[in-house]
Nanobody
Framework: QVQVVESGGGLVQIGGSLRLSCATS????????WGWFRQAPGKEREFVAAITWSGATAPYADSVKGRFIISRDNARKTVYLQMNSLESEDTAVYYC????????????????WGQGIQVTVSS
């Protein structure tokens, strides 16, 4: 059973950067595909980025393209989301999630989720 714990969130000013980390555990966690999602108050959970176990990345959500970068370090069993040029619209709870069988934009396709971490972007 794979478990995940997010870290690195917090309060940042518009235009700033944060790096989220998703620490994973379990013998086979390096062979999972991972996604980052976010959910703002009153909105549905939305896809942000995804990466396969081999390091191939999915097309980013249009709203973050060119600003966010997903990566993974299998030796450290950690998945990262580097967030640059943050905007107020990026304020949300961010989740990492795991699945097998390739990346997906559909939250329902993921069967393991972290507890979520708050990112707040303010002026």
């Amino acid at each position: 059973q794979v478990q995940v714990v997010e870290s690195g969130g917090g309060l940042v000013q518009i235009g700033g950067s944060l790096r989220l980390s998703c620490a994973t555990s379990g013998r086979t966690s390096s062979f999972y595909d991972w996604g980052w999602f976010r959910q703002a108050p009153g909105k549905e959970r939305e896809f942000v980025a995804a990466i396969t176990w081999s390091g191939a990345t999915a097309p980013y959500a249009d709203s973050v393209k060119g600003r966010f970068i997903i990566s993974r370090d299998n030796a450290r069993k950690t998945v990262y989301l580097q967030m640059n040029s943050l905007e107020s619209e990026d304020t949300a709870v961010y989740y990492c999630a795991a699945r097998t069988g390739g990346w997906s934009r559909n939250p329902g396709a993921y069967d393991t989720w972290g507890q979520g971490i708050q990112v707040t972007v303010s002026s």
